[in-house]
């Protein structure tokens, strides 16, 4: 099993900055892609960004430009760096990684932007 644990979110205006985090514990080993999803109230889960462990990332055409996803492979950690964010990017938001092909996910960290 594999166990995520996001922090960073909050609330911040339109403009600012924000920077999440997810650490994976528990059995890492063998983890491939880790990818950040968004859901906002009434709406499906979302990809906003994902990370291969070979370094391929893919983006929701609605973040490219403003965000922008990393990993430390040592800290079994995958951050997702938001700026100039907007107030349709307020959601959860859920980090996935996937293990021997299957799925986990985190909690959910709120992230609300005010106009």
């Known amino acids: 099993q594999v166990q995520l644990l996001e922090s960073g979110g909050g609330l911040v205006q339109a403009g600012g900055s924000l920077r999440l985090s997810c650490k994976a514990s528990g059995s890492v080993f063998g983890i491939g892609l880790m990818a950040w999803y968004r859901q906002a109230p009434g709406k499906q889960r979302t990809l906003v960004a994902g990370l291969s462990s070979g370094g391929t990332t893919n983006y929701a055409d609605s973040v490219k430009g403003r965000f922008t996803v990393s990993r430390d492979n040592a800290k079994n950690t995958v951050y997702l760096q938001m700026t100039s964010l907007k107030p349709e990017d307020t959601a959860v938001y859920y980090c996935?990684?996937?293990?021997?092909?299957?799925?986990?996910w985190g909690q959910g960290t709120q992230v609300t932007v005010s106009s």
């Open positions: 996935k990684v996937i293990r021997l092909s299957m799925p986990f």
